[in-house]
C-alpha cells in the first residue's frame, strides 16, 4: 500500500523552517506498517496544493498533510482537498462552536477570522483537535484517503496518535509493522561500508540502506513483518553479519553516540580524559561534556590557537592529561588532542590526533577534503574514535 505525506506552508519551501513534521510522521506510519513512498512540500497556494493532492491521491491509497489548516487567508488546505476530490466546502456550525470552546478554555476570546476554520470538505470525517484550535479531517475517497493534520508539531503528534493511526489499522486492517534499527559505523567511508556490506543492501526484506555524515555511516535495517518479535528476528539476523564483517567499525546502534561509547569505554576501565583542542571550535570538549552528565569522566577540555599540523600532538596530549590531573588533584588517565589547519594550497584540511596513556601513546595524520565548514565535526569524530581505539 503506497503512502505519501505532503508538507504544507511556503515557510517550509522557503527554507526558513525545517520541516520536522514529514519525519515524525513517516516514523509513526511505519510502525504499523505502512510505507512511505513519496514526500513533498508545497507553498501556500492554492492551485499549486490542489495540483500536488490530486497527482498524490492517483498514486497513493494512503495521503497525510501536515498545515494550512490555520485561521489565516494563506491557510489553504481546507479548500485545496474539497478541489481536488471533486467536493464543496461546506461550513460547520458543530466545529464553530467546538472552536469557541476551546478559546473559552484557554480563557481567550475567539476572533471572527477563526470561524474561517470551520469549513471542511462535503462528506469529511472531522477530527476533533482538544488541543488546539484547527480541526482536522478525513475524506475517503473510496479507493483512497486523504488526512489532513495541523501543522503545530504538538497537535500534530497528538491526533496522529489518537485519532489517525487508529483509524488507519481499523480502514486498512493492518496488522503488520515496520521495525528499524540503525548500526553506526566510524572511521570507515561510505564506500567502504557498501563493500563489505553492499550484498545485504539488494535484499526485499529487511531493506538494508547507508546514511553517511560527519565521519559516521548508518547502516539501517528496516524489516516488515506481523509481530515486533518475527521483524527483531529479521534485523538480528541480517546485523549479525554486519557485525562480523565490520567488527569494532560498529561503536553503537539507534541512539548511540560516539562519545557516550567512548565515555562508556572509559568508566568500564576506571579512566578519565583530558582534551586540547585546535581549529575544531571546540566541538571535542563540547560533545564529551554533553555527554558525560556530570559522572566525571571528561575532567575538561582547552581550545588553543594553533598553527600548522607540525605541532606535537602527542605532548598535546600529555599536556592536556597533566594539566588536568594537576588542577583536579590527580586521576586524569588519558590525554587527547586534535588539532585541525586548512592547507591553502591544496585545498585541503589537515588533522593531527594524538592520545596519550601512562605507558604508552599514538598519533595520526589525516587528509580532510569536504568543505572546511564542516572539518571540525569530521575532525572531532575523528579524535574521539581514537581515544576509543
Known sequence: ???????????????????????HIARKLR???????YISAVGDNEDRI?????????????????GGLGPTVDDMTRAAVARATNRQLIFDEALVEQIRARFARMGRQMTENNKSQAWRPEGSTVIENPV????????DAGTSVILSLPGVPHEMEYLLDNAVLPYLRQRFNLNSLIKVRVLHVVGLGES???QHVGDLEKLSNPMVGLNA??????????????????????????????????????????GDTLERAVLGTLAE???????????TLGRIAGRLAQADGGRGLFRGGEVRALDGVDVDVEALAQAAASAAGTAEGGGVTCGLACVATTQEKEKMVEI?????????????????????????????TMALNALRK
Open 31 to 37: 510502525s504499523i506498517g505502512l510505507d512511505v513512498l
Open 269 to 279: 576501565r576506571g579512566e578519565t580524559v583530558a582534551v586540547i583542542e585546535s581549529g
Open 192 to 194: 567502504v561500508v557498501d
Open 50 to 66: 490542489t495540483e500536488v493532492i490530486k497527482y498524490a491521491l492517483g498514486r497513493s491509497q494512503v495521503v497525510i498533510t501536515s
Open 352 to 380: 593531527g590526533v594524538g592520545v596519550w596513556r601512562p605507558g604508552g601513546s599514538s598519533h595520526v595524520r589525516l587528509k580532510f577534503g569536504g568543505h572546511p565548514a564542516l572539518a571540525p565535526d569530521w575532525a572531532a
Open 1 to 23: 500500500m503506497n503512502t505519501e505525506i505532503i508538507a504544507i506552508g511556503t515557510e517550509i519551501v522557503l527554507g526558513d523552517l525545517v520541516d520536522t513534521n514529514t519525519a
Open 213 to 254: 555524515h560527519y565521519g559516521i555511516v548508518d547502516i539501517r535495517i528496516a524489516a516488515k513483518a506481523e509481530s515486533e518479535a518475527e521483524a527483531d528476528q529479521l534485523i538480528a539476523e541480517v546485523e549479525s553479519q554486519a557485525r562480523e564483517r565490520l567488527g569494532d567499525a560498529i561503536f553503537g546502534a539507534d
Open 132 to 139: 488546539g484550535t484547527a480541526p482536522s479531517f478525513i475524506v
